[in-house]
């Protein structure tokens, strides 16, 4: 037998410090209350038989004192809460991993009649993990006293939420905390986590509640080895009829940013034919609306051209016809961001080209400033400059470079070599392109005529887009995080401007600069470790998330970290102020495998298939604190009936 509440030494002060107080004010002398009576001799017959039972009054005092040490004995036996020594070092250890991914939000299960007193917006449907942390519950309620168990959560990490402990409300406390996320369950990284927190305890176990979807327990370092630990398995689920959006992005036109596309995918990840409504919303109002019918695990891409009336937010929904439901609301949202339409500066630094002056006019968002090469540079920084026919020093913010026809590579990130020209024999022109690159988006320059050039010569890492048989016309790299692209020749010396690939050409190049093709930005996927572009002189960033709710993120070299694990819209507010500098980003769950919800009713980890939960029927516990505090009330009621009954008083 051995204390875990209090120690023997603590008990033992308090238990003479309050028993020694009993005894004083048992010991203290009654004071007898004054009553007048009109005939003293009356009385006398009861006086003496008052003398005669004082030995008796004596006693039952003495009775009375007894009664009081022993609820105080109990009480202290009650605070130390003494347990058998087996209890300590022997009994099971149990790491339970409950399943939080987006599959567990799955409504696949039986529903509590509906409160009609409860609002529509407040009510919840019940899910998955809700069936399975009552199913744990039941588990830790039939906990014998020599057990312990640790409860954490599974989804992209693994968080434990409460100590290895037998105590009932902790882990019931801890089983209240877990909450489903937007993502997929990292079953490998939860496995090593139990296999290290078991290591060297008397028999190890481990409980996995899950809809059993959780995919190979493989990660960098190979496949998951129990040894002999346990392992179990609490199952939940039933259904498979699901929707999901599984693809969305967005991205502006080059030439009329108030005009974008959109992309699509919805998957139908059950084995039903399935009606599906895809309803369109910008900035919140809705746009489209169409009905497609979607066979058994089918995808379908739907492209959206030439879209407008949003400057910022756009909202994918889908949901099924008629009465069907979907049973994971969650993947039925996807959310997308459109690109600021910014006015970008532009610095042309130039003797005169009308028409890379007239190509720059097409787009409303760039603010132009043309500067003669003797006054370079222009006043204020600019995101990109252009020079045409010269390559000077590079003067600070000149922001990403473009060169046309340089004829001096002595302060220019690339080098010239040899002179190309047209002849008899040979038409100079791009004979070699690469059509996937970002520059070339919409652009033809395989007919393009060049009557004299310039060889480009780049470095190891720069991207040669567009050749001749005879050397690199179109060059595009980087240095030191400044991008640069150079053209090779002089516009005018070939039939270049006469074609929309020349404007095309200039304006891809300038967004490629921006990084205003959205697709890198539409949104972040659930699960990951995001990098989220912030000011690089800032140390730390409010992060506004989907639910209202916020979180203080860090920023290094310009970056925001954050895990993210909800679909949504998020904000990013740099510094304390809440309305200082912001930006937008939107986040989606996009997977194919977290949405296929059917369940898997057979768990395994390499050749070891897990059993049912055993061993854990609820009975009576060995806590014997519970029957002290149970004795205490016990006694005192025995001492309140005796009272009454005239007993002890």
Not at 12 to 32: C, E, M, T
Not at 129 to 146: F, M, T, W, Y
Not at 269 to 290: F, H, K, N, Q
Not at 444 to 468: C, F, H, P, Y
Request: charged share 25%; proline share 5%.
């Amino acid at each position: 037998m051995h204390f875990t509440g209090l120690s023997t030494t603590i008990l033992l002060q308090a238990g003479a410090a309050l028993a020694a107080l009993v005894v004083v004010f048992y010991i203290l002398k009654l004071k007898r209350r004054p009553i007048a009576v009109p005939f003293a001799p009356l009385w006398q017959r009861i006086l003496r038989d008052k003398e005669a039972t004082t030995l008796f009054s004596q006693l039952k005092r003495l009775f009375s004192l007894l009664v009081q040490l022993a609820l105080l004995a109990l009480m202290l036996l009650a605070l130390g809460d003494p347990r058998p020594a087996v209890s300590k070092g022997e009994g099971r250890h149990v790491v339970v991993l409950i399943d939080a991914s987006a599959s567990m939000k799955a409504i696949d299960v039986e529903q509590p009649e509906v409160d009609e007193s409860i609002p529509e917006e407040a009510r919840r449907a019940r899910t998955r993990l809700d069936v399975g942390k009552e199913k744990i519950r039941e588990v830790i309620r039939g906990l014998a006293a020599s057990d312990r168990m640790l409860v954490a959560q599974l989804d992209a990490a693994v968080t434990p939420l409460s100590t290895m402990s037998g105590e009932i409300s902790e882990l019931e406390s801890a089983i209240d905390r877990v909450e489903a996320v937007d993502v997929r369950a990292q079953f490998a990284r939860g496995l090593r986590f139990a296999v290290d927190s078991l290591q060297g305890l008397s028999s190890p176990e481990i409980v996995v509640v899950s809809d059993g979807a959780l995919g190979e327990p493989v990660d960098g370092a190979g496949a998951v080895d129990l040894g002999d630990i346990k392992l179990s398995h609490v199952p939940v689920g039933e259904g498979n009829r699901n929707v999901a959006i599984t693809g969305f992005s967005v991205r502006r036109y080059p030439l009329d940013k108030a005009r974008y596309e959109v992309l699509l995918e919805v998957t139908n990840t059950s084995d039903e034919v399935a009606d599906v409504d895809i309803e369109l919303y910008g900035d919140g109002a809705l746009s489209d609306i169409v009905t497609i019918r979607l066979g058994g695990a089918e995808s379908l891409s739907r492209f959206y051209p030439s879209l407008s009336g949003a400057n910022q937010t756009l909202e994918a929904r889908v949901k099924l016809q008629g009465n069907a439901q979907d049973l994971l609301p969650v993947d039925d949202h996807a959310f997308a961001l459109l690109p600021e339409r910014r006015r970008a500066r532009v610095q042309v630094v130039t003797k005169g080209n009308m028409y890379l002056e007239a190509a720059l006019l097409l787009d409303e968002y760039l603010e132009v400033v043309t500067v003669s090469p003797d006054a370079y540079p222009g006043e204020g920084g600019f995101d990109v400059t252009i020079f045409d026919g010269i390559t000077p020093p590079v003067k600070p913010q000149s922001g990403h470079l473009l060169y046309l026809n340089p004829t001096d590579d002595e302060h220019a990130p690339f080098k010239l070599g040899k002179e190309l020209k047209t002849d008899k024999r040979y038409t100079l022109g791009f004979d070699e392109i690469d059509t996937k690159h970002p520059l070339m988006r919409n652009v033809s320059l395989g007919d393009v005529n060049i009557r004299k050039g310039w060889a480009l010569q780049g470095e190891k890492g720069d991207k040669a887009v567009g050749k001749s048989f005879k050397g690199t016309l179109l060059l595009a790299g980087r240095r030191k995080g400044v991008k640069f692209v150079a053209l090779g020749f002089d516009i005018r010396e070939s039939d270049l401007p006469l074609r929309i690939s020349w404007p095309m050409l200039l304006l891809n190049i300038i967004n490629d600069f921006l990084e205003e093709d959205t697709s890198y930005m539409s949104s972040f996927r659930t699960g990951d470790v995001w990098s989220i572009p912030a000011p690089s002189g800032a140390s730390k960033a409010t992060l506004e998330l989907p639910d209202g709710g916020t979180q203080v993120v860090p920023i290094k070299d310009g970056r925001a970290i954050f895990l993210g694990q909800h679909a949504g819209f998020y904000s990013l507010v740099v510094g304390d102020d809440p309305e200082g500098e912001r930006s937008m980003f939107a986040a989606n769950l996009s997977d194919p495998v977290e949405s296929a919800i059917a369940p898997v009713a057979e768990l395994s980890v390499g050749e070891k298939k897990a059993a049912e939960v055993s061993g854990f029927e609820i009975g009576v516990r060995r806590e014997l604190w519970v029957y002290f505090l149970v004795a205490v009330l016990l006694v005192t009621a025995l001492e309140w009936l005796s009272y009454h009954r005239r007993v002890t008083v």
